[in-house]
Nanobody, 117 residues
Framework: QVQLVESGGGLVQAGGSLRLSCAAS????????MGWYRQVPRKQRELVAS???????NYEDSVKGRFTISRDNAKKTVYLQMNSLKPEDTAFYYC???????????WGQGTQVTVSS
């Protein structure tokens, strides 16, 4: 059973930065694909960024050039560095993990990110 615990959310002014962290346990971290999703009320959860076991990353178009996903396999942790934050980045951010592209995602409890204008 995979367990994911996020941290690092909070309130920041537009243009500022935050770094989210997600610590994983319960499985060999290095084999996992990891992702960060976000959700706002009355909208579907959307994938913001993902990184596979080989370190290849993908980003949703609106965050390209501003957000960076990275992983530290020794610490079993994935990070989301968010720079140049905009009010529209305000959402509940979830860490996610899966064993392969055909598997379901495991989810963390989420952390709130609020960007004030």
């Amino acid at each position: 059973q995979v367990q994911l615990v996020e941290s690092g959310g909070g309130l920041v002014q537009a243009g500022g930065s935050l770094r989210l962290s997600c610590a994983a346990s319960g499985i060999i971290f290095s084999i996992l694909d990891m992702g960060w999703y976000r959700q706002v009320p009355r909208k579907q959860r959307e994938l913001v960024a993902s990184i596979d076991s080989g370190g290849s990353a993908n980003y949703e178009d609106s965050v390209k050039g501003r957000f960076t996903i990275s992983r530290d396999n020794a610490k079993k942790t994935v990070y989301l560095q968010m720079n140049s934050l905009k009010p529209e980045d305000t959402a509940f951010y979830y860490c996610a993990a899966r064993i392969n592209t055909k598997a379901s995602w495991y989810w963390g409890q989420g952390t709130q990110v609020t960007v004030s204008s």
